[in-house]
């Protein structure tokens, strides 16, 4: 079994940065590549940036690209989400987890996530 523990998020104003951050307790963190979703109000959740197991190998929506950086910590089985010049569309519940195999939509278990708002 695997657990997922999110934190750091809150709530800031427009400019502002947050740093997420992912404890991963009870699995072999550091065979799986980790994502950080999000899900806004009435939308789906989606894909934010994920890492590989090593953490050499990152990728980004293109919301994200230029404003956030992940990074991971295989010692301490954590991941972190940068979140930096957040916008109010960046507000969501943010979550991560487990990339088990992206092509058929298999994740770990889903975690309660951590809220983040951004006010204009």
């Known amino acids: 079994q695997v657990e997922l523990v999110e934190s750091g998020g809150g709530t800031v104003q427009a400019g502002g940065s947050l740093r997420l951050s992912c404890l991963v307790v009870?699995?072999?963190?550091?065979?799986?590549?980790m994502g950080w979703f999000r899900q806004a109000p009435g939308k789906e959740r989606e894909l934010v940036a994920s890492v590989n197991w090593s953490g050499a190998r990152k990728s980004y929506a293109d919301f994200a690209k230029g404003r956030f950086t992940i990074a991971k910590n295989n010692a301490e089985n954590t991941v972190w989400l940068q979140m930096n010049n957040l916008q109010p569309e960046d507000t969501a519940v943010y979550y991560c987890?487990?990339?088990?195999?992206?092509?058929?939509?298999?994740?770990?278990?889903w975690g309660q996530g951590t809220q983040v708002t951004v006010s204009s």
């Open positions: 009870g699995r072999a963190f550091t065979v799986w590549t």
């Open positions: 987890n487990l990339i088990l195999d992206a092509s058929k939509g298999e994740f770990g278990p």
